[in-house]
């Protein structure tokens, strides 16, 4: 849990106080591979910190999964939508390799940020990141070609071609199995 403390430390010193609370807040969840952690359909609940493991989160467009992220080790995953709308979500969030969680309940986030005021900063920092993180992702899907948006990928992730499987790759970048395939066989 240390490395998470560090982490949002390091956006904003944490009292001991602060501290203490999320310390007894947060859960830990060992999930092996294969797991769907979110389901589309329910009600997200739960925020997580992934500190050792992959997952990604995916929909079905007409019967096909499509890949819309993949979370890696120090990054914060959830049904976005859901999580923070209260409402049905519909996202999946699949744990591609055994993982280690660190977790915390709306209900007890958002208990964090009323007594603690000064970490609702913490939490815009965060939200900030991670919109835009979606932002260039889709100025990426828009404007530039799927060779680009691949080597984009593997430039920002260079480990992912080992963690993920091809066919996630692929939707994730709006490009077909084959599409990707000649990409990877010019380079």
Same mark, same amino acid.
């Given at each position: 849990?240390?490395?998470?403390?560090?982490?949002?430390?390091?956006?904003?010193?944490?009292?001991? $106080?602060?501290?203490?609370?999320?310390?007894? !807040?947060?859960?830990?969840?060992? *999930?092996?591979? &294969?797991?769907?952690?979110?389901?589309? #359909? =329910?009600?997200?609940?739960?925020?997580? +910190?992934?500190?050792?493991?992959?997952?990604? &989160?995916? /929909?079905?467009?007409? #019967? =096909?999964?499509?890949?819309?992220?993949? &979370?890696?080790?120090?990054?914060?995953?959830?049904?976005?939508? %859901? +999580?923070? %709308?209260?409402?049905?979500?519909?996202?999946? *969030?699949?744990?591609?390799?055994? %993982?280690?969680?660190? &977790?915390?309940? @709306?209900?007890?986030?958002? !208990? *964090? @940020?009323?007594? /603690?005021?000064? +970490?609702?900063?913490?939490?815009?920092?965060?939200? $900030?990141?991670?919109?835009?993180?979606?932002?260039?992702?889709?100025?990426?899907?828009? +404007?530039?070609?799927?060779?680009?948006?691949? $080597?984009?990928?593997?430039?920002? /992730?260079?480990?992912?071609? =080992?963690?993920?499987?091809? #066919? /996630?790759?692929?939707? @994730?970048? #709006?490009? %077909?199995?084959?599409?990707?395939?000649?990409?990877?066989? !010019? !380079?």
């Amino acid at each position: 849990m240390e490395k998470l403390l560090l982490i949002l430390g390091q956006l904003m010193p944490l009292s001991t $106080e602060l501290r203490e609370d999320l310390i007894a !807040k947060i859960f830990i969840r060992k *999930v092996k591979k &294969g797991v769907i952690l979110i389901s589309e #359909g =329910k009600i997200c609940h739960q925020l997580f +910190f992934i500190k050792k493991g992959f997952l990604r &989160g995916f /929909h079905y467009q007409n #019967g =096909k999964e499509i890949t819309s992220w993949f &979370g890696f080790e120090n990054d914060f995953a959830t049904s976005t939508h %859901s +999580f923070f %709308s209260q409402k049905t979500g519909y996202e999946n *969030v699949e744990v591609i390799e055994d %993982s280690i969680l660190y &977790g915390i309940t @709306y209900e007890d986030l958002n !208990k *964090v @940020y009323y007594r /603690h005021p000064e +970490f609702n900063y913490v939490g815009r920092l965060l939200t $900030e990141k991670y919109y835009l993180d979606v932002l260039e992702r889709t100025l990426c899907l828009q +404007f530039q070609t799927a060779k680009q948006s691949y $080597e984009q990928l593997i430039a920002t /992730h260079p480990q992912i071609l =080992k963690r993920a499987y091809l #066919g /996630h790759i692929a939707s @994730y970048l #709006g490009i %077909s199995q084959e599409t990707l395939s000649r990409i990877r066989a !010019k !380079k």
